[in-house]
């Protein structure tokens, strides 16, 4: 087990996303790309402002973290305003509105990256935001109740998913009325007393005319509604398995997702030829983009041993890859690597991380095995990247993607004559 490296610390943590961020990009890919890309360097540039420090921000989601929670709060405040203004200069259906979800918590820290309930929470409070909203943990409440002039409101105890214990939400109020209201509330406590009481009786009342229509009314669980915990765990196959989990793009750049998710299904076709290994397909890891996953959960759901995560972040001619190996039964890291590399290293890169995979499960080879994890399909990077957005356009099973990805197919083919995989989805895709 790998411990070096690793970190606890108590941290602010500021999740955000994109609300209908899929029927934006499905209505103006090139417009919600532009909007996205100015908005997220707007939100990196104040979460500088407020001293915090962006963590991740795969696809339309953002997390940062921060030494204090006032700084997070009022970074958050600051950014919904900010956002409000430049929403107003467009047409209401191309708008996009974030949703915050602020929480105190313990992360492990592992270079770069934090993990942890601590960042889970975050994204199941982000998760109970409205588009253009702000909520926050009953911890970050704690911490900041009479430290902000901002109103809240109580949201109450949620069950969320894959946290034991309910968490306490409250929503931000911003708007200057609303504010006030808020303040006025507490200040103006006049009312007389049996004024008091025959509004606590009335609560009193609904209350019971609720929890009673509840009981009579509330439909039984559905299947979805059954937590993972009370989900039977599947029996694990004879022979090491393992589930490679999308690759985050922390580039910056959305329009860079096409190589971390061609690094996720490379890797996930290079172990899929040893034998010795038991491999889920990509379509099933691929379920768990964008989502904050416990490896427990995984192997629960997938049936698996072995859990292989990790980020990508490519600038130029320079990439950055993080990877390890998780044990989803102890929890514990077999192997962990960040690498650097030239852009033209990426098939030796790729190359070695299998080998590591393969030694950290110590499964053998057979010498047919071992020469076709050493060959390559392509030299020519450039080839290789067509493939790669062809892949992307592919996934996406829509009549125009398809035709976009046989023009980057073809390119790639034009580069490189024999380069099999692509010739192979131009003829028949996948």
Not at 7 to 23: C, F, H, M, P, Q
Not at 168 to 186: G, L, N
Not at 294 to 320: F, I, N, P, Q, T
Not at 385 to 390: D, N, V
Request: hydrophobic content about 40%; some cysteine; aromatic content about 8%.
């Amino acid at each position: 087990m790998v411990e070096e490296g690793f970190k606890r610390k108590l941290t602010a943590i500021l999740s955000a996303d994109v609300e209908g961020y899929s029927r934006l990009m499905g209505e103006d890919e090139d417009a919600t790309i532009r909007t996205l890309t100015a908005y997220r360097e707007l939100m990196s540039t104040l979460i500088q402002k407020h001293r915090g420090r962006v963590v991740d921000s795969p696809g339309d989601n953002f997390l940062a973290e921060f030494l204090s929670v006032v700084d997070a709060v009022r970074c958050a405040v600051e950014v919904q305003e900010e956002l409000r203004v430049r929403n107003a200069e467009l047409p209401d259906d191309r708008r996009m509105e974030f949703r915050i979800g602020i929480n105190l918590g313990d992360v492990v820290e592992e270079g770069e990256r934090i993990y942890g309930d601590g960042v889970n929470i975050t994204a199941r409070v982000e998760g109970l935001a409205e588009g253009g909203g702000i909520c926050i943990s009953g911890t970050v409440y704690d911490s900041i109740k009479n430290k902000l002039s901002l109103g809240y409101e109580s949201m109450g105890e949620h069950t969320v998913k894959n946290i034991k214990e309910p968490v306490w939400v409250y929503r931000v109020q911003m708007e200057p009325e609303t504010v006030a209201f808020a303040v006025s509330r507490e200040k103006k406590p006049g009312l007389k007393h049996w004024r008091w009481a025959v509004l606590a009786a009335v609560v009193v009342v609904a209350a019971v005319i609720v929890t009673i229509w509840d009981f009579y009314s509330c439909p039984s669980p559905t299947p979805e509604d059954v937590t993972s915990e009370e989900a039977p765990l599947l029996e694990l196959p004879d022979k090491p398995s393992i589930a490679v989990l999308p690759f985050a793009n922390i580039s910056g750049d959305p329009e860079q997702e096409y190589f971390s998710d061609g690094m996720t299904e490379d890797l996930i076709t290079d172990l899929s030829k040893i034998s010795g290994l038991f491999v889920i397909a990509r379509n099933s890891v691929f379920t768990y983009k964008r989502k904050a996953v416990k490896v427990e959960d995984v192997r629960r759901e997938l049936g698996v041993r072995y859990v292989l995560e990790g980020s990508v972040r490519k600038a130029g001619d320079r990439v950055r890859i993080t990877a390890q190996l998780v044990d989803t039964k102890t929890g514990g890291h077999l192997w962990a690597e960040r690498y650097d590399r030239d852009l033209r290293d990426i098939f030796a890169l790729q190359d070695e991380v299998t080998q590591k995979i393969v030694a950290a499960l110590a499964v053998r080879l057979t010498l047919d095995e071992q020469e076709r994890l050493v060959s390559k399909h392509t030299d020519d990077l450039a080839a290789y990247g067509y493939t790669l957005r062809g892949l992307e356009y592919l996934f996406r099973f829509t009549e125009e993607a398809n035709a976009q990805a046989r023009q980057m197919f073809e390119k790639s083919i034009g580069l490189d004559p024999e380069y099999a995989l692509a010739i192979r989805c131009w003829v028949r895709p996948i």
